[in-house]
């Protein structure tokens, strides 16, 4: 078994003193929806087939796995959009795509007005310090042949931002944003616990002043304490360097924390988004509403009283989706029109809650996925 | 109260290793009775699952040195020898592990694999033992049950193979299902469905389960009683309710207030807890979450005791005074509760 290196990961810096607008934590901690930020990124029926080959010489195509199909959703600066659904849903993928670190088969993608769905790696190199990514299992994203100093360092080389002594100077300036300090820039990544070197995956992400960032599942190979201290410094740094976030995740706890929008994927597609707190009060598409259903709730009271929805079987093949609404095999109001239409992405509830489904959930009916305080302003004291 | 079924009694294991010795677990006492739901919480290198596999006996690393005693049924497990111990796993204590993609033999069939244990532990023929894998696999939800038996791991998902670990580890009908985080590597619609599973298996046998997760959600919502292990030792154990409604360990409060709860109010921020834990090294002398506690006093540099407050089976061990912990655990878990100061 392995022991953590005894290092002395300091607390978090202090939260950022107070933002722009006077008000402290204005973006991530606002419950009240999006800040209407110019638009940042815009993505237009974005899709991505992976082609499966067979033969040796030849190699012919004989299917494609639909991985993200016909995704359109736009992103505001400033706004952290969360994305959830299962493994194998296209949301990796989908944030790859987004970073142009896959091709995209089809569709467009506007990064600051700018198309980059069809640019070269040449005309990508100036978007790319605009667009970052941290990745998520912290141990495979670090190269292990090279000290935390270099790594951070490294997105500068490449393009060229200042000399030796300014990169250095940035380096030991981006370690402390993150919460490491000075000594840390000699070590190698062994040498750092999960949480640490999520803090330097951070740190290199931040190096170039992007304006984006996408978090790929960020948190989910850290502990439960280490998680939230992860992304609290997430929350602070969006305050301090008004960045904006794509956080994708499987948690929905984790998401509806940090996010002020959300989007569910399925099979490759979005099938709900909505602003954070509509769609835990009021999901609308019945694979929300599972999903939610799912979670488990850490107080036992109120997970025996609860009714929860259990779906049925494993997700389809993304090789050969079904046909019309993804979800029909598994939904429990499926009817005749969905499994031949499929249904589009419409306007349910407030203006920016889209949903695609034939059978959308009223707000009135359906079952109370997550049950109590959601909406009371202050919990119960006695229920700790 | 009658005799529980499993009882661990003071175990100690440590491992040799060229840096020190590491204490993984360090002194856990359980209890698990006949039919109940005993939920063991903590995070990795607390010691949780080095418990469970010193008391399966799977520890086999020559470096490894154990202390302490493991009561099953009135055998002590440490005492055995490996043919005693081999007929007692599989048919007395059952286990689920973690990662269902490493834990089944990639080059046999599934229906072979149930059946092997069956056989190992019963005078059966070859073919009644085929239609025993049968029954289970249907019994655990496989579809098509008696196609699917001749299937090899890597036909079934995520989901499915866990559902054949299910029906291997109760295949012998056990008292005891040991089932190390189950559902951990699955997703939550599919750990809904594992955990319906077990909670099922458990109601239709009477199985006693010992459920090892990191996940405060997933043992409110199975446990009867739930211990939490911080650097090899309990730190504190109790019913759900307990735990939940009336917890008495920093540890636990702050385990509580770093979870983004979707039963509550947003919070402005996570209540995380500061630093990493103890390197198991490097144990300090005192209470071993000292350094990351925001209460710790001059008393915290000496061990605290597991134990029970008056006329509880609540046990907690921790230095605070009962009224101390009513007070500060508001401002741990619930910190927009307190008036902020300047």
């Known amino acids: 078994m392995t022991v953590p290196p005894r290092g002395d990961d300091p607390p978090i810096p202090p939260a950022a003193p107070v933002g722009a607008n006077g008000s402290p934590g204005s973006l991530s901690g606002s419950p009240s929806g999006p800040p209407d930020g110019e638009i940042l990124l815009r993505a237009d029926h974005l899709t991505k087939y992976f082609p499966i080959r067979q033969g040796v010489l030849l190699q012919r195509e004989v299917g494609r796995v639909h991985a993200v199909d016909d995704v359109s959703f736009e992103l505001r600066a400033g706004e952290t959009l969360g994305l959830v659904g299962e493994s194998g849903c296209g949301k990796s993928t989908l944030a790859r795509c987004i970073v142009r670190l896959y091709d995209i088969t089809s569709g467009s993608l506007y990064f600051d007005g700018q198309d980059i769905s069809k640019s070269s790696r040449r005309q990508l190199r100036p978007v790319r310090r605009d667009l970052q990514i941290v990745f998520q299992d912290p141990y495979a994203s670090l190269n292990p042949r090279k000290r935390a100093g270099a790594i951070i360092a490294d997105p500068m080389r490449i393009h060229r931002r200042g000399s030796r002594e300014e990169i250095r100077n940035r380096v030991l300036e981006l370690l402390e944003l993150v919460g490491l300090s000075s000594e840390h820039v000699n070590r190698y990544p062994h040498e750092f616990s999960g949480g640490q070197r999520q803090r330097i995956g951070v740190a290199r992400a931040l190096a170039l002043h992007p304006k984006l960032i996408i978090a790929d599942e960020p948190v989910s190979a850290l502990d439960v304490s280490i998680r939230a201290q992860v992304i609290n410094l997430l929350d602070d740094l969006q305050d301090e360097l008004s960045l904006t976030y794509i956080f994708i995740a499987h948690d929905l706890g984790v998401v509806r924390h940090v996010s002020d929008r959300i989007a569910v994927m399925y099979l490759g597609k979005i099938v709900e988004i909505s602003p954070a707190e509509e769609l835990y009060q009021r999901p609308v598409h019945p694979y929300t509403e599972a999903l939610l259903s799912a979670v488990p709730i850490p107080d036992p009271d109120l997970s025996a009283g609860r009714q929860q929805i259990v779906l049925e079987g494993d997700v389809p093949s993304p090789i050969d989706p079904p046909s019309g609404c993804r979800f029909h095999p598994r939904c429990r109001f499926a009817t005749e029109i969905c499994k031949t239409t499929e249904p589009p992405l419409v306007r349910r509830g407030s203006p920016d809650h889209l949903a695609a489904c034939h059978h959308p959930l009223s707000a009135a009916a359906g079952l109370s996925t997550i049950p109590a305080a959601v909406s009371a302003t202050t919990p119960e004291p006695t229920a700790l | 109260m009658s005799e529980p079924l499993l009882e661990v ?334």
């Open chain 2, 9 to 342: 009694r003071d175990l100690k294991v440590s491992f040799r290793t060229d840096d020190g010795l590491v204490r993984a677990v360090d002194g856990v006492s359980l209890t698990l009775a006949e039919g109940e739901t005993l939920g063991i919480v903590g995070e990795s290198g607390s010691g949780k699952s080095v418990t469970m596999m010193s008391v399966m006996r799977l520890i086999t690393d020559p470096n490894a040195q154990f202390s302490g005693e493991v009561f099953y049924k009135g055998r002590d497990l440490m005492k055995l020898n490996q043919g005693q111990i081999r007929s007692i796993r599989g048919s007395g204590i059952g286990m689920i592990f973690q990662d269902p993609m490493t834990s089944l033999n990639p080059v046999y069939k599934v229906g072979w694999q149930i059946a092997e244990q069956i056989r190992a532990h019963e005078q059966v023929s070859s073919a009644a033992a085929r239609d025993r894998a049968i029954q289970l696999l249907t019994a655990v939800g496989i579809p098509q049950a008696a196609r699917r038996v001749d299937d090899y791991p890597h036909h079934f998902s995520g989901g499915m193979r866990q559902r054949v670990m299910i029906a291997m580890a109760v295949s012998c009908n056990p008292d005891v299902l040991i089932a190390d985080e189950p559902t951990t590597a699955l997703d939550v619609t599919i750990q809904a469905q594992i955990l319906k599973l077990i909670r099922k298996l458990k109601e239709d046998f009477g199985t006693a389960v010992v459920l090892i997760t990191h996940d405060m959600g997933v043992v409110a919502d199975m446990a009867d009683r739930i211990a939490v292990m911080y650097a090899g030792r309990v730190i504190e154990q109790g019913t759900g309710r307990d735990l939940f409604y009336d917890p008495q360990h920093p540890y636990t409060w702050g385990l509580l207030g770093s979870i983004a709860r979707l039963d509550r109010p947003r919070p402005r921020r996570l209540a995380a807890i500061p630093g990493l834990p103890p390197s198991l090294l490097r144990l300090p002398e005192g209470c071993a979450f000292s350094d990351r506690c925001a209460h710790s006093f001059d008393l915290c540099a000496t061990r605290p005791e597991l134990s029970a407050r008056l006329g509880t089976t609540h046990l907690d061990a921790c230095h605070l005074s009962p009224q101390q912990k009513k007070d500060l655990r508001v401002a741990t878990i619930h910190p927009e509760l307190v008036p902020e100061t300047p």
